[in-house]
């Protein structure tokens, strides 16, 4: 049971396609950065091919993450990324984030999709009784987002990670429980229609 946690199977919506994240994934990584403001609240910003190439490492590296590109089903081009973390099977829990997409591809139903693949795998097929967030406190776009997918507000955690800066983020974390999932699912079948 542990071993599938940590696998990436390729998760199929209508409208994206979560692949798991290889160098293969790096040009189309560095072309979905779009706009340097993505990467604001982030510890590792995208700014061309090398950074994207050391993103995937460091992804691929750590073994607490499995990560994926997220993939444009009308157009096959890649528009951002995102990853299960902090992945705890004797817990029955994990985290989901480092999650940015495209300036192009946000407002669609790309990256609601993804996290209701990821959530429905989760809870359904991992049987987790747990899915956090965690985000810069600062950070009202992603906080706003967290929300709306039906995870609750749980506090603050103080100097909780250290900012590319050298500041010491708080963090927001936010988190779902298997309780909350049937609800969440409804809703967020919903939302991407």
Same mark, same amino acid.
């Given at each position: 049971?542990?071993?599938?946690?940590?696998?990436?199977?390729?998760?199929?919506?209508?409208?994206?396609? =979560? @692949?798991?994240?290889?160098?293969?994934?790096?040009?189309?990584?560095?072309?979905?950065?779009?706009?340097?403001? =993505?990467?604001?609240?982030?510890?590792?910003?995208?700014?061309?091919?090398?950074?994207?190439?050391?993103?995937?490492?460091?992804?691929?590296?750590?073994?607490?993450?499995?990560?994926?590109?997220?993939?444009?089903?009308?157009?096959?081009?890649?528009?951002?990324?995102?990853?299960?973390?902090?992945?705890?099977?004797?817990? $029955?829990?994990?985290?989901?984030?480092?999650?940015?997409?495209?300036?192009?591809?946000?407002?669609?139903?790309?990256?609601?999709?993804?996290?209701?693949?990821?959530?429905?795998?989760?809870?359904? @097929?991992?049987?987790?009784?747990?899915?956090?967030?965690?985000?810069?406190?600062?950070?009202?776009?992603?906080?706003?987002?967290?929300?709306?997918?039906?995870?609750?507000? @749980?506090?603050?955690? $103080?100097?909780?990670?250290?900012?590319?800066?050298?500041?010491?983020?708080?963090?927001?974390?936010?988190?779902?429980?298997?309780?909350?999932?049937?609800?969440?699912?409804?809703? =967020?079948?919903? $939302?991407?229609?």
């Amino acid at each position: 049971m542990n071993e599938s946690w940590y696998s990436a199977p390729v998760l199929d919506g209508r409208r994206v396609r =979560l @692949e798991p994240l290889v160098a293969a994934h790096a040009a189309g990584l560095a072309d979905a950065a779009d706009d340097p403001e =993505l990467f604001r609240w982030t510890s590792a910003p995208i700014a061309g091919l090398e950074d994207a190439e050391a993103f995937i490492r460091a992804a691929s590296a750590d073994p607490h993450r499995t990560a994926f590109a997220q993939v444009d089903v009308a157009t096959g081009t890649v528009v951002g990324t995102t990853s299960y973390y902090d992945i705890r099977p004797a817990h $029955r829990c994990l985290a989901i984030g480092y999650t940015w997409i495209s300036r192009a591809a946000q407002g669609t139903a790309i990256n609601p999709e993804a996290k209701y693949l990821l959530m429905r795998r989760a809870f359904e @097929e991992l049987g987790a009784v747990r899915v956090e967030w965690h985000t810069d406190e600062r950070n009202a776009q992603s906080r706003a987002a967290i929300a709306k997918l039906g995870a609750q507000f @749980e506090g603050l955690l $103080r100097k909780h990670r250290r900012r590319r800066d050298g500041s010491w983020r708080t963090t927001a974390l936010f988190a779902m429980t298997d309780d909350d999932w049937p609800a969440a699912r409804t809703g =967020l079948e919903h $939302r991407i229609g």
